[in-house]
């Protein structure tokens, strides 16, 4: 897989933050809350059905007589587990409630480059070349940056710089991943994983839906626990 394919959602992303950070300086005013609900609800929607697809390889995919669904519930039960008595969604929120001010520049680093859209979208573009989270990513990331830069002003676009930091060396990790098996885009490891990803990303849709939904942070050790279960499976 070339650097391109491996990385592209990570381009987008920062740039997707640059024109956003610039249109909001342009713009010199608050977006209406209003309109920022409906553009965060149509991107829930859009999140919602990229979760589903990339969740599909669950049914296919078989752990002896049962499908992997289960294993991959029980495996998220138990990250789940982990992440809560490590506090990871409690640090992130206290992190998070830390820049109470959205305007502040390290607000803006924790937003684009905290969480879990970050963490499998650059796994998932590094392992497999898709691109597909990190774009509907890339459109949040966009629109938020140009409601805090009405604030912020241009200065805002330094928050991408980190970006491609972090996530190119996450895509790095999924690249590295995925350079290990001879054929990645069917090895049952990699699928598994962003099958699993795929289930975060349906409870992060509902986020954004406003809708109930699982702590999504917490859950994140599965990400590191499913190529293992993954290499069981056929």
Do not use: Y
């Not at 049914?59 to 490590?86: D, E, H, M, Y």
């Not at 809708?211 to 999504?216: A, F, G, M, Q, T």
């Amino acid at each position: 897989m070339g650097f391109w394919a491996a990385t592209s959602g990570t381009w987008i992303n920062g740039a997707s933050v640059l024109l956003g950070s610039w249109l909001g300086a342009r713009l010199g005013v608050r977006l209406s809350p209003e309109l920022r609900r409906h553009w965060r609800l149509w991107i829930g929607l859009v999140t919602l059905l990229l979760g589903l697809q990339m969740a599909q390889p669950l049914f296919r995919l078989k752990l002896g007589p049962l499908p992997a669904l289960l294993p991959a519930l029980l495996l998220i039960v138990l990250a789940t587990a982990l992440g809560s008595s490590l506090g990871l969604d409690r640090r992130l929120e206290a992190l998070l409630s830390s820049h109470g001010d959205p305007g502040v520049i390290g607000g803006a680093f924790v937003l684009f480059c905290v969480g879990p859209m970050t963490v499998v979208g650059c796994l998932r573009n590094g392992a497999l070349g898709d691109a597909d989270l990190l774009l509907v990513k890339s459109t949040l990331d966009g629109i938020s940056a140009a409601v805090l830069a009405t604030s912020a002003g241009v200065a805002l676009a330094w928050v991408a710089v980190p970006l491609l930091v972090v996530q190119l060396s996450l895509s790095g990790a999924g690249a590295l991943l995925a350079s290990r098996l001879p054929d990645p885009a069917h090895a049952s490891p990699v699928l598994f994983t962003a099958a699993v990803g795929g289930l975060l990303v349906l409870a992060l849709a509902l986020d954004l839906l406003e809708l109930p939904h699982p702590s999504v942070t917490n859950a994140l050790p599965a990400l590191a626990l499913a190529p293992l279960v993954g290499g069981a499976l056929t």
